[in-house]
């Protein structure tokens, strides 16, 4: 089953070389739809300039920028294998999806 900030393989071969991973954002309660919420991983560049809506992480000792402003929808089955987690985050998280979508 995937969770709430389960990170994903990105499935696009274009875009998976800037975004190699994906977030998911949408809640595992809510499983009836045929799609999931994302948020894409980017690699950290040297110049990333972090707002309040994007999140400097970490997976597999490297530096990624969570862009939780460029939230997309994947097709469930794209999203079988987990890469691991950003549960450690959850707060920060939330703090820029409400940042996002409600402005404070």
């Known amino acids: ?13 274009r875009s998976r070389i800037v975004a190699p991973f994906l977030v998911v954002v949408q809640s595992h309660l809510y499983d009836e739809g045929p799609t999931l919420l994302v948020a894409p991983m980017l690699r950290m560049a040297s110049t990333a ?4 809506v994007s999140l400097a992480v970490s997976h597999q000792h490297q530096e990624y920028i969570l862009m939780l402003s460029e939230l997309g929808a994947i097709n469930r089955p794209t999203a079988a294998i987990v890469r691991g987690s950003l549960l450690p985050y959850e707060d920060d998280i ?3 999806l409400d940042r996002l979508l409600t402005g404070f």
């Open 94 to 96: 939330r703090r820029a």
């Open 49 to 52: 300039v972090l707002t309040r």
């Open 1 to 13: 089953m995937i969770r709430q900030f389960d990170l994903i393989d990105n499935p696009s071969l």
